[in-house]
């Protein structure tokens, strides 16, 4: 199995950059883990103290489970992976069966701070978006999609998402073995990962 981890500040485009590489691939052969499914359960907390956590820092993401994912799929078992919802904010009780495939891609902001985990990738991506342009795709995408509001999305990236991407995420780009420029898309490196991809497969 060849597993890649590729994190990057939010709104890089970690996610439309995995599904451009994807989509030209083939289905069974290549599989995604996301870093959101793995945010703790926090089922047993009302609404409001859920929405007082720190979704940015790394103590916010079940990081055992995932490696205990990530060590089962390289051992060629299926996992339960957990549904995560950002408009309850919490995980859901179902899960989703996820079958081992040839080729795992791991995305998440925060998924090259964790020692364990970086490990085990045998290629590891940091997408680069200037802050300001992160900015501007989070709001749009977080009241498109996530249910938040303009104050929502402004504190929260105040109060947790800048500093702890400066704390934690632009750091990790240290051990990224590519950095991909994402202001704008970039195609030419997207076909460069799925070259390699291809060429394990
Ligand atoms: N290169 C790009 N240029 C403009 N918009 C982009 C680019 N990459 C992603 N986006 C948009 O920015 C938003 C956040 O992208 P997403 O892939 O969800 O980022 P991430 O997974 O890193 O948080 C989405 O609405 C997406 O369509
Ligand atoms: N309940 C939550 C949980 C997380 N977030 C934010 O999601 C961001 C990470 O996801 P990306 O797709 O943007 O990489 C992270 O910055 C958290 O602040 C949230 O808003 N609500």
């Known amino acids: 199995m060849l597993i890649l981890g590729i994190a990057g500040?939010?709104?890089?485009?970690?996610?439309?950059?995995?599904?451009?590489?994807?989509?030209?691939?083939?289905?069974?052969?290549?599989?995604?883990?996301?870093?959101?499914?793995?945010?703790?359960d926090l089922s047993h907390l009302s609404r409001e103290d859920r929405a007082k956590i720190n979704f940015d820092h790394p103590n916010s993401i079940d990081f055992d489970l995932m490696i205990s994912h990530?060590?089962?799929?390289?051992?060629?078992?299926?996992?339960?992976?957990?549904?995560?919802?950002?408009?309850?904010?919490?995980?859901?009780?179902?899960?989703?069966?996820?079958?081992?495939?040839?080729?795992?891609?791991?995305?998440?902001?925060?998924?090259?701070?964790?020692?364990?985990?970086?490990?085990?990738?045998?290629?590891?991506?940091?997408?680069?978006?200037?802050?300001?342009?992160?900015?501007?795709?989070?709001?749009?995408?977080?009241?498109?999609?996530?249910?938040?509001?303009?104050?929502?999305?402004?504190t929260r990236y105040q109060t947790a998402v800048k500093p702890m991407h400066e704390q934690f995420i632009e750091p990790s780009k240290e051990f990224a073995d590519i950095i991909i420029p994402n202001n704008h898309y970039n195609t030419v490196a997207v076909d460069i990962v799925r070259t390699i991809i291809n060429n394990k497969l």
């Not at 939010?10 to 499914?37: A, M, R, W």
């Open 9 to 40: 500040g939010t709104g890089c485009g970690k996610t439309t950059v995995v599904n451009q590489i994807v989509e030209q691939l083939p289905e069974n052969e290549v599989g995604v883990i996301s870093q959101d499914s793995y945010y703790n």
């Open 70 to 154: 990530m060590e089962e799929l390289r051992r060629g078992e299926t996992i339960q992976t957990p549904i995560y919802s950002f408009v309850e904010e919490t995980r859901m009780e179902e899960t989703v069966p996820t079958e081992p495939k040839k080729v795992m891609i791991v995305e998440g902001i925060l998924v090259l701070t964790n020692p364990k985990l970086r490990d085990m990738f045998d290629i590891k991506i940091f997408v680069h978006a200037d802050s300001d342009e992160r900015l501007i795709r989070r709001l749009q995408r977080d009241i498109r999609e996530r249910g938040h509001d303009l104050e929502k999305v402004l």
